[in-house]
């Protein structure tokens, strides 16, 4: 007991240094750390990336493809080598518009990752604020079970000296010490839970958590009913599945496209060593390339696309439904956690009373040890249950705004630099080659003036 003692003593003595070493932590700088230091997030923002590329790889489908091309070839019938050197550019003219669907497709696909990942950094925020409070609501609980031990210490003590000049029995002083025992044994427990919740601060926020300053003002929620209209508007996880279900469209219509046919221009020159054709040649081709038997595989590619348009429809109406109960859930648990914590300050003035008086009686002969000490435990424990009251509505709060869809740093105006997914993909997503000759930018410019269907 001594050595439990004695580390209690220096977790206490740990967290009055950083009181007077470093700014004490707030809830809004925690969230904004949270957000800085998130590995899960940085993972994603570069899965957002490899989606991002998908749309470049798309747009460079619709460009021409140029290859140089050597080839050396022995005729052993007339013992002759033949070498040639070519140059040979193709280009897509028309495929009954299915490459410029799967662009769109592709488009719709980064739309989706990007909510996704604001989705992602309302859940990095939400564990945030758990961490933190959870370490708060501890240190308040371990503060109050210290407060109880030196009162049934003192308690004890005072059972053991009236019990040597006879005024108490040996049951009393039994009693006394059971409690206290007890006590104590709560009072391990709860330096054991504000560790495991220091650790879990450490996972969430990127860091130890320092001296807590306490959450601060609670902050501005919608209405009930207007929360229901902005999770359907807002929400990242509702818009990454609209988003996918016109994705999975697009899909459709490029597996559609696949029936029709397809134009495409070639050209080749070079020059030919040897053999019957030597010399420099040119040549230009323009073919029609139109589908007509393919053993069942285009209707097959229709019907999973179908099929996944149909899941992803079904599967944001299944969303919908969810964010609203959660809406209405998050709400139940504030006004659950708001009634208790009136009911828990009424319950510890009327318990202190309680305790007051019963000691006082007690004083006097007119009341017993046992008396005291339950009275000692039901304020013990009102208090108790108005910091985990407390502790409830902060967190039932944000979570309000996690399932509206407001938890993000812009919402909140969180002192951290924002991440912005846009950057990337304006610098990639329009396929810019590794090495872009003048010509070659003249090429796409010509490109882009003619258009494509």
Do not use: I
């Given at each position: 007991m001594r050595r439990m003692m004695l580390t209690v003593t220096l977790i206490t003595i740990g967290f009055g240094l950083s009181a007077g070493t470093v700014v004490a932590d707030t809830l809004r700088a925690t969230m904004a750390d949270a957000y800085?230091?998130?590995d899960l997030l940085e993972q994603n923002r570069y899965l957002l990336r490899v989606s991002d590329e998908g749309v470049a790889q798309q747009m460079a489908s619709l460009r021409p493809v140029v290859n140089f091309v050597a080839q050396s070839r022995y005729d052993a019938t007339?013992?002759?080598t033949v070498s040639s050197l070519h140059l040979t550019a193709e280009l897509l003219l028309s495929n009954n518009g299915g490459r410029l669907a799967a662009l769109s497709a592709a488009r719709q696909a980064v739309l989706s990752t990007r909510q996704q990942l604001v989705g992602l950094e309302q859940q990095v925020l939400l564990d945030a604020v758990n961490a933190?409070?959870?370490?708060?609501?501890?240190?308040?609980?371990?503060q109050v079970r210290e407060s109880n031990v030196r009162v049934l210490t003192q308690q004890f003590r005072a059972a053991q000296d009236r019990f040597d000049v006879g005024e108490d029995t040996r049951t009393d002083v039994a009693f006394a010490e059971a409690q206290l025992a007890a006590a104590r044994s709560a009072l391990a427990a709860a330096y054991g839970g504000l560790e495991i919740s220091r650790e879990l601060f450490t996972l969430s926020i990127g860091r130890a958590p320092g001296n807590l300053a306490g959450p601060g003002n609670l902050p501005t929620l919608p209405e009930s009913v207007a929360a229901d209209a902005l999770t359907r508007q807002i929400h990242p996880d509702i818009l990454a599945l609209q988003f996918q279900v016109a994705a999975d469209g697009y899909n459709l219509a490029e597996a559609r496209a696949d029936y029709g046919p397809s134009i495409s221009l070639q050209a080749q020159t070079g020059r030919t060593y040897g053999g019957f054709n030597e010399g420099e040649n040119s040549s230009v081709t323009l073919s029609l390339t139109q589908p007509i038997y393919r053993g069942g595989q285009l209707a097959s590619l229709e019907r999973v696309a179908l099929a996944r348009l149909s899941a992803s429809q079904f599967a944001l109406n299944q969303q919908v439904r969810v964010n609203l109960q959660n809406v209405g859930n998050a709400y139940t648990r504030l006004r659950i956690a708001s009634a208790q914590s009136v009911a828990s300050d009424q319950q510890i003035r009327a318990a202190q009373l309680a305790f007051d008086g019963v000691r006082e009686e007690a004083s006097l002969g007119a009341r017993t040890i046992l008396d005291v000490l339950d009275a000692e435990q039901d304020l013990l424990d009102a208090r108790i249950g108005r910091i985990e009251a407390q502790t409830d509505i902060y967190t039932a709060s944000y979570n309000i705004l996690a399932t509206v869809g407001l938890l993000t740093v812009d919402h909140l105006e969180l002192p951290v630099p924002r991440y912005d997914p846009a950057n990337y993909s304006n610098a990639y997503s329009g396929?810019?080659?590794?090495?872009l000759?003048?010509?070659?930018?003249?090429l796409d410019a010509v490109l882009d003036r003619m258009g494509r269907d």
């Open positions: 800085r230091n998130s007339t013992a002759t933190y409070m959870n370490v708060w609501r501890d240190l308040q609980v371990v396929a810019p080659p590794r090495l000759s003048p010509q070659g930018e003249r």
